[in-house]
């Protein structure tokens, strides 16, 4: 392999009316300045080659995007017309994040209840066509309300060892299908 002092012309300093700014080349047998191509080349691909790896490096690196849910705590939550669809089912006891985004072409909400019925099970006002969210064995948790088509929010819950269920109560979109059945262990 041949060593880069043997190459010419060669980039061997940074130069210009300003000192320290521009290129120029010289020859082999030395710069203008005296410095020899071996000395020049010590001192820049060192440089070089940090300015070089360091991309390289960083597109080797994890994924640290916080909307990922590959953190234990946190579920990415699609709603759309109509469905809820949580991409975990199970998450270990404590804080839980919910990243909601409203993939659909209407308003809906997130909420979430503790209970131990299953999620097409809950009580239902026939006339409203809602969940009756203070019916005895619901317990809700939190809610976000007003999510937008095309937004995102999130939500936040202390949520402790239990069965929820995760629905949108918007009137007729819990009997259309935006409900899940949701495990903390």
């Known amino acids: 392999m ?5 190459l010419a012309p060669q980039l061997v300093s940074c130069r210009e009316s300003s000192p320290g700014i521009g290129l120029h080349f010289a020859r082999r047998s030395g710069t203008p300045d005296g410095r020899s191509v071996k000395s020049v080349f010590r001192f820049f691909l060192p440089l070089i080659l940090l300015v070089g790896l360091v991309p390289l490096f960083a597109a080797c690196g994890g994924d640290d995007d916080d909307s990922s849910s590959s953190n234990p705590d946190q579920v990415s939550v699609t709603l759309k017309d109509f469905s809820l669809t949580p991409d975990k089912t199970t998450v270990p006891a404590g804080d839980v994040t919910f990243d909601i985004k ?17 999620a097409a099970n809950l009580p239902y006002d026939k006339d409203k066509f809602t969940v009756t969210e ?7 948790v939190d809610e ?14 202390t949520l402790a060892p239990g069965h929820y269920v995760l629905i949108c109560n918007i009137p007729t979109h819990y009997g259309q299908g935006m409900r899940f059945n949701f495990t903390v262990k």
């Open 134 to 140: 203070d019916s005895p064995g619901l317990s809700k």
């Open 102 to 118: 409203n993939n659909g072409p209407s308003q809906h909400e997130f909420v979430v209840f503790k209970t131990d019925l299953d």
């Open 144 to 157: 976000k309300e007003a999510i937008d088509p095309g937004k995102s929010t999130t939500l936040t819950a």
């Open 2 to 6: 041949t060593h880069p002092s043997e």
